[in-house]
Every structure is written in structure tokens, then in C-alpha cells.
């Protein structure tokens, strides 16, 4: 879904996966280490793993849960505000897109895999991977 609608929010080709724009298979082995590593490992850690499991223990998993997913929202706006220059009101959809998606990743970690980040993180990093393939081969 985000491959379709992130362009369609955002009118900056400058996406964290345009470094991989038209490379084809070259690229692949870079895309995978940014994808599984660079930010969906380190985002797992710090959103799920650190923050989540932080505001759990003192404010119960509604309110982490909601936190972290703003925070996680907010921090992908804000890049790609940064990269465009001014922030637009369809920042606003990329705060609810991908806050959502931190959101699910949230509730898989703390109710699905016992606390553990590591289905969160396959599926942040295969969203990325896929991502970065679509731009590899100039699908997006």
C-alpha cells in the first residue's frame, strides 16, 4: 500500500529508496543492508524494542503503543519535510500512513511475539526491501 500512495503524498522523488533509482540488480546488496540493517533493525530497536517496551512499563500498552506510533509517524514526516524543504499538509497522511504501520508493528511486538521485535523487524525490513526493488528497477 505505501508504495502506492507514499508518491502520491509526497511530491519529492528524493525517498530514502531513491538511492537505488534505475541501479537494477547492482544494487541489491546495498538494498538489502539499508533495508534489514540501516533502518529496519535500528527503527525496531528504537521505536519497538526501546521506547515501546520504556512507556509500556510505566503508562500501559494503549498509551506506549499510540506514542510510539506518532513518534514513528512524526520522525518520517519530518525527513521528508526536511528533503522537500517546507512542510504541506500531506505530511499529515505520511504521519497517519506510516504511524499506522508502527501501530500494527507495535501490537505484533508486544501481543503477538511476546515482547519480541524480530517479526516486526522482518516485515519493516521486507516492506523496505520491496520498496527499494521497486525503485531498483524504476516501478515507482
Avoid: D
Wanted: overall charge positive; some cysteine.
Amino acid at each position: 500500500m505505501i508504495i502506492f500512495l507514499l508518491p502520491i503524498l509526497s511530491n519529492s522523488p528524493e525517498l530514502a529508496t531513491s538511492q537505488f533509482a534505475a541501479q537494477g540488480a547492482s544494487a541489491i546488496i546495498p538494498a538489502i543492508i539499508y533495508s534489514f540493517l540501516q533502518t529496519g533493525l535500528s527503527e525496531e530497536i528504537l521505536f519497538r524494542g526501546f521506547i515501546n517496551k520504556r512507556l509500556c512499563s510505566r503508562f500501559g500498552f494503549t498509551i506506549a503503543n499510540l506514542s510510539q506510533a506518532i513518534l514513528f509517524g512524526s520522525l518520517h514526516a519530518i525527513m521528508l519535510s526536511s528533503i522537500n524543504g517546507r512542510f504541506e499538509m500531506r505530511m499529515i497522511g505520511v504521519v497517519l500512513l506510516t504511524g499506522g504501520i508502527g501501530w500494527v508493528l507495535g501490537w505484533i511486538s508486544q501481543k503477538k511475539a511476546g515482547g519480541s521485535i524480530i517479526p516486526g523487524w522482518l516485515f519493516h525490513a521486507s516492506s523496505n526491501l520491496l520498496i527499494s526493488l521497486f525503485a531498483m528497477y524504476s516501478l515507482v
